[in-house]
């Protein structure tokens, strides 16, 4: 089992600045592939970024490339989403996940981004 408790979500104005933390505890010695899922209101859950736990790979979604950055501290079983120029369209709820065999998600934090 895996546990993920996202923190770090918030209000802030378009073109503001947040950063979001995922503490990882349990199984984490099969270091997975981590990352961030966000869901808007009325929409499906979709892809922000991953990080290979060993590698250090990062891949992205096309519309936070360049925005966000994705990262991870070893000794805190952590990965972080640093988000940079905030738009409105980012509003969502900020889902953490781990991939062991199995998916596991966090239960989110909600980010809101004012214009």
């Known amino acids: 089992q895996v546990q993920l408790v996202e923190s770090g979500g918030g209000l802030v104005q378009a073109g503001g600045s947040l950063r979001l933390s995922c503490a990882a505890s349990g199984r984490t010695f099969s270091r997975p592939v981590m990352g961030w899922f966000r869901q808007a209101s009325g929409k499906e859950r979709v892809f922000v970024a991953a990080?290979?736990?060993?590698?250090?790979?990062?891949r992205y979604a096309d519309s936070v490339k360049g925005r966000f950055t994705i990262s991870r501290d070893n000794a805190k079983n952590t990965i972080y989403l640093q988000m940079n120029n905030l738009k409105p369209e980012d509003t969502a709820v900020y889902y953490c996940?781990?991939?062991?065999?199995?998916?596991?998600w966090g239960k989110g934090t909600l980010v809101t981004v004012s214009s």
């Open positions: 996940y781990a991939e062991l065999g199995l998916t596991y």
């Open positions: 990080i290979n736990w060993s590698s250090g790979t990062t």
